[in-house]
């Protein structure tokens, strides 16, 4: 996911990958969470992460 990530271009600046045990992980942007699976214990939909990483400026 996190190269399908970088592929939206200009929008990200960099990406920080921060290794964890259990494939336990958390997506945020700006500060701002979009997705736990420490919460949700679900893999992310794609499509929602790249709505959100598009609609924060």
């Known amino acids: 996911m996190a190269t399908q990530i970088l592929e939206l271009g200009e929008r990200i600046k960099s ?3 921060i ?3 259990g494939g336990a992980f ?3 942007a700006h500060g701002k969470l979009l997705h736990s699976k ?3 214990g679900d893999w992310p939909d794609f499509d929602q ?3 959100a990483i598009k609609k924060l400026k």
């Open 26 to 28: 958390e997506i945020r």
């Open 19 to 21: 290794p964890s045990s």
């Open 15 to 17: 990406l920080t990958l």
């Open 49 to 51: 992460i790249v709505s």
């Open 38 to 40: 420490l919460d949700s």
